[in-house]
């Protein structure tokens, strides 16, 4: 599990705001091209790779998106300062004071505030406007920015993973390359279906790689590998906690973008009982998965999500418990591994199989 | 008919777990047709072939209900909702779910404001004494439908899960008139469309008919106080002219006037602001599919008791066999 863990901190280390995943797919190639019988990169840039089964010519798309949440350059302002806007769901409280990279160079900034002597006593106890931050790169004004970054660079932020604690490990980006590591795992080994491992684009803005992805593979089955909520901590009522860390990889029944395949659902909890693998259910119906994009693409698709529950997700650091991270693993290679069951699919009924 | 309704509104069939519903509607018509088929969304696709055009007519199974979320130690269920429903609305009713298990839905009571219910603040009793008795018949994931009997008062039906068992229904006495055409008529009784319109979709892909109608509940403007509307309860099915979702294809909306006009069918035209239908998933699947809707007028949509009249729900019936012929 060492070499697996490895390559989730190396994945986590790479920069990927949505639309710019270009670092981590290189990574990613790298790790499975001689794994995959086939693999392209397409128009979106979705990584598709193709791994032939043994037999069963069952197709199962398993998806984890590349990107993460992150900043974009709006405007470069004369005293050098960069004003920006936020990619994907951020809000305004968890960017003060933080370190970023800016740009394919990695430029260094920090989100400044003014500190605290300054402050007017509204400023102190009032939210912070968003409007009202910048990245500061350094730069002793506009024209030497100008020579450092550009209007549209994205900007993620600057976070070493780090293992501490009780078999946890802080990084950013858990969301989703804890996914990213599980999928590049699988790729790894044989199984009797066809495997379509799509490592999707743009999620954090609309689930919309996984959209074309989908489109192209047009796959029976799917499912979707992710990093999800988790709040575990006091002062929330247990019924409010999405997951819990530690309590092993979490299934989705519901959320605000898919109500999961109830048939898959039920074979993947068998599959974790009979081999002893810790599960549990998403309790929350909040967020969106690619799933919800998935299961209407074509004619329908069969899904279920599996996710590692992440502490502070879309923030710039997560927590996650790396015993999540090795059953998320194991769940997911012995569900693989039991596939094909029996299952109703329509294009075995002769309903249209490709359009 | 009535027989007809009743059974399908009986029948346990929250978003996403809409078999049950699939296999009467399978029992009822599969004599009548000539091939039937289950997607991977769980629609049910029963084709009455013909060499014409190929005609979708659309009627959601699901109905909306609650989803545990947790189960606590002292075996009280807490829940979110499936599809639209009103945390004020529910409280103190009845649900079941689909192994029987009945629940009654209550709230925390030192929230004083009931207008600002969240669902947060609600649970489920089913009576369990603990969390071991509660979890012998109820998991985290379960959904619950609201209970209520379906009955016939003053030639009105008064039930649950009208919306859209009553489309069903509509499709089912159709599909068991076997109207005369050369068209080819798909009988589609969709899934998952009170949370995203999401089963009509991928229905649509596999069969991308020439024309499509969803066959759902509307709002009336007919009750105390309410906000406007020109469709009244007992006046005749509504032809869509556009809903949340969609606005109906020219050429379909005239095909139903057409057809209701020259057969003396009485119809009311439909304007409904807010709600979607699956057409609203139709009409843009594929390259385009032209698509408009009928109707039955229904008060008290999305409540646990709804309504509908049945001449609007047998009109409904005679407007299709005619559009389609």
Known sequence: ?355 | MFDIIKKLAQTFGPSGNEKKVAEVITGLIKDKVDDVKTDALGNLICVKKGAGKKIMLAAHMDEIGLIVSHIDEKGFLRFSNVGGVHPWGIVGKRVVFENGTTGIVWYEEDKDDIKNLKFDKMYIDIMAKSAQEAEKVVKVGDMAVFAGDTILQNGRVISKALDDRIGCAVLVQMALNAPETDNEIYYVFTTQEEVGLRGARTAAYGIVPDMALAVDVCMTGDIPNCKPMAVRMGDGPTVKIKDGSVISHPHVKDRLMDAAEKNGIPYQLEVMQHGGTDAGSIHVTAGGIPSGGVSIPSRYVHNVAEAVDMNDVENAVKLLEAFVK
């Open chain 1, 1 to 355: 599990m060492k070499e697996q863990l490895e390559i989730l901190k190396k994945l986590t280390s790479l920069d990927g705001v949505s639309g710019d995943e270009g670092a981590v797919r290189d990574y990613i190639i790298s790790l499975v091209r001689d794994h995959v019988d086939d693999y392209y990169v397409d128009n979106m840039g979705n990584l598709i790779t193709y791994k032939k089964g043994s037999g069963s010519g069952l197709k199962v798309m398993l998806d984890a998106h590349m990107d993460e949440v992150g900043l974009m350059v709006t405007k470069i302002n004369s005293d050098g300062l960069l004003k920006f806007q936020t990619i994907g769901g951020i809000e305004s409280r968890v960017l003060v004071g933080k370190r970023v990279r800016v740009g394919e160079k990695g430029v260094p900034g920090v989100i400044g505030f003014k500190p605290i002597h300054l402050q007017s006593k509204n400023e102190r106890s009032g939210a912070v406007d968003k409007k009202n931050l910048t990245i500061d790169i350094g730069a002793k004004d506009k024209e030497q920015a100008e020579g450092m970054v550009e209007i549209g660079d994205r900007v993620a932020f600057e976070y070493d993973p780090v293992e501490f604690g009780d078999n946890k490990l802080m990084a950013k980006a858990l969301d989703d390359r804890v996914g990213c590591a599980v999928l590049i795992e699988l790729l790894k080994h044989d199984y009797e279906c066809d495997i379509y491992g799509c490592f999707t684009v743009q999620e954090e803005v609309g689930l919309k790689g996984a959209k074309t992805a989908a489109f192209q593979v047009n796959p029976d089955i799917a499912i979707v590998l992710e990093g999800t909520t988790c709040y575990d901590v006091p002062d929330t009522k247990e019924h409010s906690m999405s997951t819990i860390c530690g309590k092993g990889p979490a299934l989705t029944i519901m959320d605000r973008s898919v109500i999961t395949d109830r048939e898959l659902v039920t074979h993947i909890v068998k599959v974790a009982e009979k081999n002893g693998i810790p599960y549990q259910f998403k309790k929350t119906i909040s967020g969106g998965t690619n799933a919800g994009r998935i299961q209407v693409s074509g004619t329908g698709v069969k899904v279920a999500v599996i996710a590692v529950p992440c502490r502070y997700i879309h923030t710039p650091v997560s927590v996650m418990d790396i015993s999540d991270f090795e059953n998320m693993l194991k769940l997911a290679k012995k569900v693989l591994e039991s596939l094909p069951v029996s299952m109703t699919l329509y294009r075995e009924q002769g309903g249209i199989e490709n359009v």
